[in-house]
């Protein structure tokens, strides 16, 4: 648990659904693993995407992310649903093209959104450094609260 009272809303029961893998060496296990040595890389084309799923509602106030330079989602879109189908935006962030952990904040644009919970989010990268539309994460973490 961090000072600020949040804690890791990433463990073992959580889902994990990629848009795409460019090969099984780099595939969504090593999103979470924690090791500095595998991450996952998309196949070309964009938008890509990450979709986390809760076994009970959660929620989330801040996630990081360490891309591979040049493999840089630069513009993702952060949405969530609360069990229904329909994903609703919570907020955009910008991340830059560098090899070290970004940290955002989440911000939502409907304050209301995260009053209950989340059951599920996903990171839609819409934008890439690459010129393909790949991108590579070596690592990602969630915080959050338990509502």
Not at 28 to 38: C, Q
Not at 85 to 101: F, G, H, I, M, S
Not at 120 to 147: A, C, M, N, Q
Request: glycine residues 8%; hydrophobic residues 35%.
């Amino acid at each position: 648990m961090s000072g600020d009272g949040l804690i890791s809303l990433l463990d073992k029961s959580t889902s994990i659904k990629v848009s795409s893998t460019l090969e099984k060496a780099t595939g969504k296990k090593n999103l979470i693993d924690k090791s500095p040595e595998t991450c996952w890389t998309s196949q070309q084309g964009l938008p890509q995407f990450i979709q986390l799923g809760f076994e009970n509602p959660v929620v989330p106030k801040r996630f990081s992310i360490t891309f591979q330079g040049g493999f840089v989602g630069t513009r993702c879109n952060l949405l969530a649903t609360t069990g229904e189908k329909e994903w609703r935006a919570l907020c955009t962030v910008y991340p830059e093209d560098v090899n070290r952990q970004q940290i955002f904040d989440i911000i939502p644009t409907h304050s209301e959104m995260l009053s209950r919970g989340v059951s599920s989010l996903k990171l839609v990268f819409e934008d890439s450094s690459d010129f393909f539309g790949r991108i590579t994460v070596y690592d990602l973490s969630l915080e959050g609260l338990l509502p």
